[in-house]
C-alpha cells in the first residue's frame, strides 16, 4: 500500500503568516493528490484536487503544488478560520491513503 | 443541493456486528460517475479509508479489515450500508460517509461528507 506522510505533524503560526504543510508519498502518485481540512466536530472540507486545483468556492490563499512523490499545501496569509488540521489524500490506489495530518494552530 | 448523513448505534458491545447507514441525496447512487465510501477517525488520529462502493455495485475495502467489513447499497432507498463484524473498543471512531469521485478502478477524491456518527465500543 502506499504510504503518505505529511510534515509537520504540527505547526504554530500567527494570523498573517504563510504556512506550508508537506506531504510525501512512499511512490509516485503523479497529481492524484488531495488536500482537506478538518475542524474538531465537523466534517472535513474538500480544498484541493489533483495536486494543484482548488475546489469550488475554497479561498484563494489556499494553494497546492507538486507531482511524482513529493506536495505541499500552502496558505499565503493565515486567517482566524484556517487554524484546524490538514490532511493529504492519494488518489491514486484504490485504498485512497491519507496521510496522518498536521495541525495548524495559534501562537 | 448534495447531502449525506450517518446513521447508527451510539453504543455497541465487543463481538456485536456494527451496521451504518448513509443516506443520500442530491445525487443518485447510480450515477457512473461517483461513489460512496466509509471513512473514520478514531478520537485523536487520523483519517482512514475503510470501503466504497460504485454504481455498478463494485466494491472495494480497507486491506487490513478486509474480512470483517461488507458495503452495500439499496438505490431504490439511496442508501449505503456498512456492516463491520467482531467489533472491538479498538473500532471506537467517528465514522463518515463521504461521495467519492472517479470510478471502482480509478476512485479519487471525497468532494462532499456526511456530518458523521460517533460510535463506542465497550461493554
Known amino acids: 500500500d502506499i504510504e503518505m506522510t505529511q510534515s509537520p505533524s504540527s505547526l504554530s503560526a500567527s494570523v498573517g503568516d504563510r504556512v506550508t504543510i508537506t506531504c510525501r508519498a512512499s511512490?509516485?502518485?503523479?497529481?492524484?493528490l488531495n488536500w482537506y481540512q478538518k475542524k474538531p466536530g465537523k466534517a472535513p472540507k474538500f480544498l484541493i484536487y489533483a495536486a494543484s486545483t482548488l475546489q469550488s468556492g475554497v479561498p484563494s490563499r489556499f494553494s497546492g503544488s507538486g507531482s511524482g512523490t513529493d506536495f505541499t499545501l500552502t496558505i499565503s496569509s493565515l486567517q482566524p478560520e484556517d487554524f484546524a488540521t490538514y490532511y493529504c489524500?492519494?488518489?491514486?490506489?484504490?485504498?485512497?491513503?491519507f496521510g496522518g495530518g498536521t495541525k495548524v494552530e495559534i501562537k | 443541493q448534495v447531502t449525506l448523513k450517518e446513521s447508527g448505534p451510539v453504543l455497541v458491545k465487543p463481538t456485536e456486528t456494527l451496521t451504518l447507514t448513509c443516506t443520500v441525496s442530491g445525487f443518485s447512487l447510480t450515477d457512473t460517475r461517483m461513489g460512496v465510501s466509509w471513512i473514520r477517525q478514531p478520537p485523536g488520529k487520523g483519517l482512514k479509508w475503510l470501503a466504497h462502493?460504485?454504481?455498478?455495485?463494485?466494491?472495494s475495502y480497507r486491506t487490513s479489515l478486509k474480512t470483517r467489513l461488507t458495503i452495500s447499497q439499496d438505490t431504490s432507498k439511496s442508501q449505503v450500508v456498512l456492516t463491520m463484524t467482531n467489533v472491538d473498543p479498538m473500532d471506537t471512531a467517528t465514522y463518515y460517509c463521504?461521495?467519492?469521485?472517479?470510478?471502482?478502478?480509478?476512485?479519487?477524491?471525497?468532494?462532499?461528507w456526511g456530518q458523521g456518527t460517533v460510535v463506542t465500543v465497550s461493554s
Open positions: 489524500q492519494e488518489g491514486y490506489s484504490t485504498q485512497l491513503t
Open positions: 462502493i460504485f454504481s455498478s455495485d463494485e466494491k
Open positions: 463521504a461521495r467519492v469521485t472517479g470510478s471502482w478502478l480509478t476512485p479519487d477524491a471525497f468532494d462532499i
Open positions: 511512490e509516485s502518485i503523479s497529481s492524484y
